[in-house]
């Protein structure tokens, strides 16, 4: 018989084989795909809007590889010709400057309250339509009967405003004021004026209105509301940056048009505010149209939808005295709607003389919400009296009401601009580093206006008391002297848009417009809390920021700080390589690109291949109260950039998944090598036999190490196809390896076979010894008995054990191994099954194996269990029996087990011994359940 027949008729071998090659094919087809799905993800999330991140030279080191999110600090250090140096580097794509302009502390408009009271179509609504242009109102015959909240003869109410905000995690009340007095339903009157009459809506008699204390206004009858004038809002305190329009629209792609109108506003000299202002002045004296109030009207071939605050801003300058010959506008686009949290609440109550309640007539707020435009809010703030409709509707375009804006010119400012200091704590073992913020001084907000509504005289600062806010930023050196700017919307962005263009794993810092918020998730005392969302604060100058209020132009900028085009003023640079392609492929051009950058004395960083990670922040002096006492507020998390992210997650994740690999195949190998030699062990028989038929040593080896190389052909034929298909060197590597250990697994069977008679390992009978009648002692006999295949079998759970424990310890430590940044999490959870049917398969691959050393003895021990159960053993005995052969050998590989997943682990993971060992003796556990359960 060939040693090819040979082979087939061991059943055992055949099976230890063909297990073997399918442990090796399908582990390398599993590292194959983890390998593809590696690239992939990474490939997809590592390179963002731009690859390069130019800074000064002085002021470039961030601390390692770790970035705080915001690129823009107000210091500058780059010129305008060193960015024309960069856009003529070879290879560079586009170029984006960014810097921090200025604060401006701004008042919003004043409150108002409004209680429906419509009279109806008066003889002037006509006449009013008719001067107005007005074409779209509801026709005369549809208007409603009049309506009114208020009764005929005026009553007495008290009103109380109430302003609050909150930063996610406390609620501080700004202001609680309250006024009182009479209201009643308005009369319509005829008045003999000059030329003719006037029909007017006036107060009832006896009326005496609310007025609340200065800067607040008193009570106005119109013909469809009373409006009732409120306490101010607070000061809002908003940033500003600027870009090159167009550099930043070649940057951020579709997400970029809010910047066109910018792209296209007037030079330098074509912004003098005084000119600007007097050309709408002058075209105001002409009158507008629904339409130039629906739509907006253009300037310098724009359209310039926000004309309305802007001509309120310039007449209070005017009227302030602030505008000067040399002051020019700012061209800007702003944020659309805040993230500050502000509520306002008005509570309403019918009292008597004595100020007693009689009713509650309700309560009404609201929030500055998303209406809310930097620089350019035109709608009112209002608050409509419980039950009120509101009919202005009537009178279509024309109905849409316009506030004053802003209450007066805003306050442009340096102080406490610039992005927090922090300093770095120790760095754990995956990179990530604790900060901690760096207090800079308090900031008073929720100040009243210099001035009330006349200009004449001071606000009655008894209504409400400033309240002071941390601040962890820092301020800037202001720049020359400057005459005060005024303000030019063009358009709106949404800042939430902006950041998801830039992504959410490989997220960039772009600058000051899209800053990442911050989340509370420890309490001053050190324990965990609900994860808050940090609300930034009224001033603009604590940890937690919104997004810049405006963007302008670096003609802007100059106009507010004061430089000149030589100067300096250029914070970052973010650049873009022109080269197509994923992260993988791009990154020699990038970093060639980035080298010819530096030798211009720059500071260059390549983000391409960056991801977000959050960091833990300490904050300090965080709140003071009423009293002065100054408590802490936790720790919050963030997200910074982590440099080279890709490059480490990349490295990690294929490392993990060779290891699996190698652990998976090599100890399906020794358990291979065990069973081969407790085969070989069964066939001592036929030794025996060829010996006595004068067969040599020599030739008998020979003879059945033929028949195992048949084993060895058949792994090497598959290898070979495996790795022609694969074309990879760790598949090559594996392959080898795996054919290597059986082929010295075979040579060291052979080379043990002993051509002598097995004793004889009968239960002892009537020769004298004493009957064995118990389980344990008989299990034990037939070990010791058997000891070479006992052994065998100790040795490949052993192994089982081992590999176990070295498969958990390398499936814990991949989070570690990766890194702490978005990429990396994205990345071990989309191979996490990859990497979990590579563990499984080696556990499984060396748990049937160990269960087939363990069935060679099979049919010895059928026959062993035949004789016993004639001496009258049960079913019972027999399972004991099964139970102490199987606890004893797994007593025996439990220490090479553990030893073995503990020295693996001290490699891998040093972290992960205990959780290996606990691993290693779950398997021994379940090993010890799988091969002791019930069978015929």
Excluded at 215 to 244: K, R, W, Y
Excluded at 341 to 364: H, P, R
Excluded at 553 to 564: F, H, I, K, M
Excluded at 594 to 612: F, M, N, Q
């Amino acid at each position: 018989m060939n040693p090819a027949a040979r082979f087939l008729r061991s059943r055992s071998l055949v099976v230890t084989v063909v297990v073997l090659v399918a442990a090796m094919v399908l582990s390398v087809f599993i590292q194959a795909r983890a390998q593809i799905a590696i690239n992939d993800v990474v490939d997809k999330n590592a390179r963002g809007l731009y690859d390069i991140l130019v800074l000064p030279e002085d002021t470039g080191g961030s601390g390692g590889t770790l970035r705080q999110p915001d690129v823009v600090s107000g210091t500058g250090g780059i010129t305008a010709a060193e960015l024309q140096q960069i856009r003529q580097v070879s290879g560079v794509a586009v170029a984006a400057p960014i810097s921090l302009v200025s604060k401006v502390v701004q008042d919003a408009q004043v409150p108002q309250l409004k209680a429906t009271d419509y009279v109806g179509y008066t003889p002037n609504t006509q006449a009013f339509i008719d001067q107005q242009g007005i074409s779209d109102a509801v026709p005369k015959d549809q208007w409603p009967a009049p309506d009114s909240v208020l009764s005929d003869t005026p009553k007495r109410y008290r009103i109380t405003a109430k302003a609050e905000t909150s930063d996610g995690k406390n609620t501080t009340v700004l202001f609680e004021n309250s006024a009182q007095g009479t209201l009643g339903q308005g009369e319509v009157v005829t008045e003999k004026v000059p030329g003719g009459t006037s029909v007017r809506t006036v107060a009832p008699d006896g009326e005496t209105g609310i007025k609340f204390p200065d800067p607040a206004g008193g009570t106005f009858h119109g013909n469809f509301d009373v409006s009732i004038a409120l306490p101010t809002l607070p000061q809002i305190s908003e940033t500003v940056v600027a870009v090159d329009p167009v550099a930043e629209q070649a940057l951020l792609g579709e997400a970029g048009a809010f910047l066109a109108p910018l792209a296209k506003a007037p030079g330098a000299s074509g912004r003098n505010a005084e000119e600007v202002g007097q050309r709408f002045m002058d075209r105001m004296s002409q009158g507008f149209s629904a339409e130039d109030v629906k739509s907006g009207i253009y300037h310098e071939g724009l359209p310039f939808k926000f004309w309305s605050p802007f001509l309120f801003q310039y007449q209070s300058a005017k009227e302030a005295g602030s505008l000067t010959d040399d002051s020019q506008v700012i061209p800007m686009v702003v944020r659309s709607g805040t993230e500050l949290n502000l509520k306002y609440s008005v509570t309403i109550e019918e009292i008597d003389e004595a100020g007693n309640t009689i009713a509650e007539v309700g309560t009404v707020s609201r929030n500055l919400g998303e209406d809310y435009l930097p620089f350019a809010t035109s709608k009112p703030f209002e608050l409509r009296w419980p039950g009120g409709k509101d009919y202005n509707y009537l009178l279509g375009s024309g109905g849409i009401q316009v506030a004053s804006g802003l209450y007066q010119p805003a306050l442009w400012s340096t102080d406490f601009v610039s992005r927090p200091e922090y300093s770095a704590g120790e760095a754990e073992a995956n990179g990530a580093t604790d900060q901690t913020v760096i207090p800079q001084g308090w900031v008073q907000v929720n100040k009243l206006p210099e001035k009330t509504l006349s200009w004449q005289t001071e606000p009655d600062t008894t209504q409400r008391e400033p309240v002071s806010e941390q601040s962890y930023r820092q301020s800037l050196q202001a720049g020359g002297e400057t005459s005060a700017p005024l303000p030019f919307v063009f358009g709106t962005f949404d800042a939430n848009a902006v950041r998801s263009a830039a992504g959410d794993i490989n997220y960039l810092p772009l600058g000051g417009y899209d800053p990442t918020p911050l989340t509370l998730v420890e309490d001053a005392q050190g324990n965990d809390v609900e994860p808050v969302a940090l609300d930034p604060g009224l001033s603009g100058a604590g940890l937690a920021v919104q997004s810049a209020g405006a963007i302008t132009d670096y003609t802007g900028l100059a106009a507010v700080r004061g430089t000149s085009a030589e100067d300096p003023v250029i914070d970052a640079i973010r650049v873009r390589v022109n080269a197509a392609g994923s992260w993988q492929s791009a990154r020699e051009e990038i970093a060639a690109v980035a080298g010819d950058i530096a030798a211009l004395g720059l500071h260059t960083e390549v983000v391409a291949g960056s991801a977000r990670e959050d960091v833990s922040i300490t904050v300090p002096e965080y709140r003071k109260d009423s009293l002065g006492t100054v408590s802490a507020l936790g720790t919050v998390t963030q997200s910074w950039v982590r440099q080279g992210s890709a490059t480490g997650v990349q490295n990690a994740l294929s490392s993990s998944s060779i290891a699996l690999l190698a652990l998976t195949i090599g100890g399906a190998a020794l358990v291979t090598a065990a069973s081969t030699v407790t085969f070989t062990r069964n066939r001592r028989a036929e030794a025996v036999t060829l010996r006595a038929m004068g067969w040599t040593r020599g030739r008998i080896r020979s003879w059945f190490l033929h028949e195992l190389l048949v084993g060895a052909v058949a792994i090497l034929a598959v290898a070979a196809v495996v790795v022609a298909l694969s074309r990879n060197w760790v598949t090559a590597l594996v392959s080898a390896a795996a054919l290597a250990i059986y082929l010295a697994a075979a040579f060291t069977s052979a080379a043990l076979l002993k051509p002598h008679p097995r004793p004889d390992s009968a239960p002892a009978g009537g020769d004298g010894s004493a009957l064995v009648d118990n389980a344990k002692t008989y299990a034990a006999r037939q070990l010791l008995s058997n000891r070479f295949n006992s052994a065998a079998v100790a040795v490949s759970v052993g192994v089982l054990g081992a590999a176990a424990g070295a498969l958990v310890a390398v499936l814990v430590d991949l989070p570690r191994a990766v890194g702490s940044s978005a990429l990396s999490v994205l990345a071990v959870n989309q191979l996490s099954g990859l990497n979990l049917a590579l563990a499984l398969l080696g556990v499984l691959a060396s748990l049937m194996l160990t269960l087939i050393t363990g069935r060679f003895e099979l049919p010895r021990k059928r026959e062993q269990w035949q004789i016993l159960t004639a001496m009258g053993w049960g079913p019972g005995l027999l399972l004991q029996l099964r139970r102490w052969e199987a606890g004893i050998l797994g007593v025996l590989a439990l220490p090479l087990a553990i030893l073995g997943s503990v020295a693996v682990t001290l490699v891998i993971a040093p972290h992960a011994v205990l959780r290996a060992a606990l691993a290693s003796v779950l398997a021994v556990l379940i090993w010890f359940i799988v091969t002791t359960r019930t069978r015929k």
